[in-house]
């Protein structure tokens, strides 16, 4: 059997509710908000519209205002994934709210770029730039907040909080600590109760082989 903690995705499915979407939309997420800081740190024109086309790509951007093309980019992608977890209600009809809340960010995150895009091609001035690339990464944060509100109704999935461990530097590295604790700990309760909740869970699953390696990503010795 492939390694779980390796592969992510992997992870045999419990019989109860998806746990694939909420994966895959945080690894969307997560190149997003690492290619929007790269995006802070760019100093150049050229270097800039080069890292807004990881975003939308090229063949992507339209006049402002008109940014959903035909040809699906990552932004285009996460809002799929979205519009799919809110028509399915995934996980329960409560979660849509937050979800909702995301779409909307998404979309905006997808406009702004493509009204900086434009922008750097015209005659712009650099503390214009600043502001516009300030918004995108403002934008971002609310998408992880409002994922981070929606993770909470998957308490009980312990595919999903195994994944969240896994992604810890990734999170950390992206999003900052604060948040990363906030996600984890805030959805499914403190270190101890984690520990607890995951080694059972796989235990009563049948993944006895699989504990230490659970165990050293807990910190647990």
């Not at 390694?3 to 690894?27: E, H, M, N, R, T």
């Not at 080069?50 to 339209?62: M, R």
């Not at 730039?129 to 998408?143: F, G, M, N, Y």
Request: net charge positive; proline share 4%.
């Amino acid at each position: 059997m492939k390694d779980i903690l390796a592969l992510g995705y992997d992870l045999p499915v419990s019989p109860k509710g998806a746990y694939l979407l909420p994966q895959i939309i945080l690894s969307d997420l997560i190149s997003i908000r690492k290619t929007i800081l790269i995006l802070q740190a760019a100093n150049t024109q050229g270097d800039m519209q080069n890292i807004l086309e990881q975003l939308i790509e090229k063949e992507n951007v339209t006049p402002p205002h008109c940014s959903w093309s035909c040809r699906e980019s990552i932004l285009s992608r996460l809002k799929r994934y979205l519009l799919l977890a809110s028509s399915k209600a995934i996980p329960c009809k409560e979660s849509k709210a937050p979800l909702v809340s995301f779409q909307h960010y998404t979309e905006s995150m997808k406009r702004q770029a493509c009204d900086l895009y434009y922008a750097l091609q015209g005659e712009f001035t650099q503390r214009q730039t600043r502001e516009r690339i300030s918004r995108l990464v403002s934008t971002s944060e609310s998408c992880g907040r409002y994922y981070s509100a929606w993770i909470q109704f998957f308490k009980d999935n312990e595919n999903i909080l195994l994944y969240l461990l896994k992604k810890k530097k990734e999170l950390e590295e992206s999003f900052g600590h604060a948040f990363y604790e906030e996600l984890v700990c805030g959805g499914f309760g403190t270190p101890g109760e984690i520990s607890e909740f995951l080694l059972t869970r796989l235990h009563a699953r049948g993944f006895d082989h699989y504990l230490p390696t659970v165990r050293k990503l807990l910190g647990c010795n």
